[in-house]
């Protein structure tokens, strides 16, 4: 069976879940929305319905799921307005700009009792499935500590970004909402559980920016920095910085058996090892069965494994995709050091 999809959003939206859905065998899109670009892109992509709006959209043509990748400011009402029609919806992270916002979403899709799931699409990196699949098989244990960090140079006072609503604090714009949150999920999804225990920080260490028009001003975070304690002896260390020279991504569970260890440039690029007193062992991956999407954008294969999962739970109720409840516990850790309220 053929789902039909509306997309929210120009940017992220046009350039990954259009051509995500578009590819997928159960998915056809059939709308976009987006108050400036929906009908340019809907005649690029050859996408039969553009309008302004999520409610427009709702209104405007027949629809199966809603995906919704416009800005964080916007997931509240159109998450809200998607179940209330009765969709599948599936949401952006990060989810939304507040836990109370995200528990009334999390409340409206239990009442809807569609299927509902958070785009972290970063679960079905190959290498994060093996560790994932390493401490369910019991590989690892007691796991001790979960150390996730990702450097990047994107926000170094001497890059430039286009200003905009990702620069304001406001609108959910910043580095703990685009990068922590995926992060997070991450560790709580290894963990198996949220954490009991939060602390952590944001840092601003460049408000000062420069683009094509001049000078801006920022008020976000270029640096998100958190501890978790999941109790049972277990800890997370979580740090995502945009300010850095190199790029280095890292994913590694430490248990008091071994550790199993996941880095590269970036979560595209890593390379897995499993590390005890004995011997170092690289660890074959089993790549994505949409590897060859990625000459679209490296995101597209992961997106379309998520896809997956989410017909599995539209037609089953039984599924793996990141759930909005475990998107709310994700608001939950963001809240406690300092994202959104």
């Known amino acids: 069976m053929k789902y039909k999809v509306g997309i929210t959003g120009a940017g992220f939206g046009a350039r990954v879940h259009v051509p995500a859905f578009s590819a997928h065998p159960n998915f056809e899109v059939v709308a976009i929305a987006s108050p400036h670009r929906a009908e340019s892109i809907a005649r690029e992509r050859s996408i039969p319905h553009a309008f302004a709006t999520c409610e427009e959209m709702l209104a405007g043509c027949e629809l199966d799921v809603v995906s919704i990748a416009a800005p964080p400011f916007t997931h509240h009402n159109d998450v809200l307005a998607a179940l209330a029609a009765g969709k599948h919806v599936i949401c952006e992270k990060p989810f939304a700009l507040s836990v109370a916002q995200a528990e009334e979403m999390v409340a409206a899709a239990k009442r809807a009792g569609t299927a509902t799931a958070v785009m972290h699409e970063f679960r079905w990196v190959p290498q994060r499935m093996a560790l994932k699949e390493l401490i369910d098989n019991g590989h690892l244990q007691p796991m001790r500590e979960i150390e996730i960090s990702q450097l990047a140079g994107f926000l170094r006072e001497d890059a430039t970004r286009k200003r905009g609503w990702w620069f304001e604090r406001e609108k959910g714009g910043g580095i703990a909402g685009a990068l922590l949150s995926h992060i997070i999920d991450s560790a709580n999804w290894f963990a198996g559980r949220p954490p009991q225990r939060v602390s952590g920080l944001l840092r601003t260490a460049n408000r000062v920016r420069h683009d ?51 880095s590269g440039t970036d979560v595209h690029d890593m390379r897995l090892f499993s590390v005890d007193p004995e011997e170092t062992n690289e660890l074959d991956c089993k790549p994505s069965p949409y590897r060859q999407m990625a000459s679209v954008d490296k995101h597209v294969p992961l997106v379309m494994q998520l896809l997956d999962e989410f017909v599995k739970l539209i037609e089953t109720g039984i599924s793996t995709v990141p759930t909005f409840q475990e998107a709310l516990e994700t608001q939950r850790v963001l809240k406690a050091i300092g994202f959104g309220g």
């Open 212 to 262: 094509a028009e001049g000078e801006f001003t920022s008020n976000v975070d270029d640096g998100a920095f958190a501890l978790l304690d999941y109790g049972e002896g277990l800890v997370a260390r979580l740090a995502v910085d945009g300010t850095s020279r190199v790029e280095q991504s890292t994913y590694a569970v430490h248990a008091e058996n071994r550790t199993a260890v996941a």
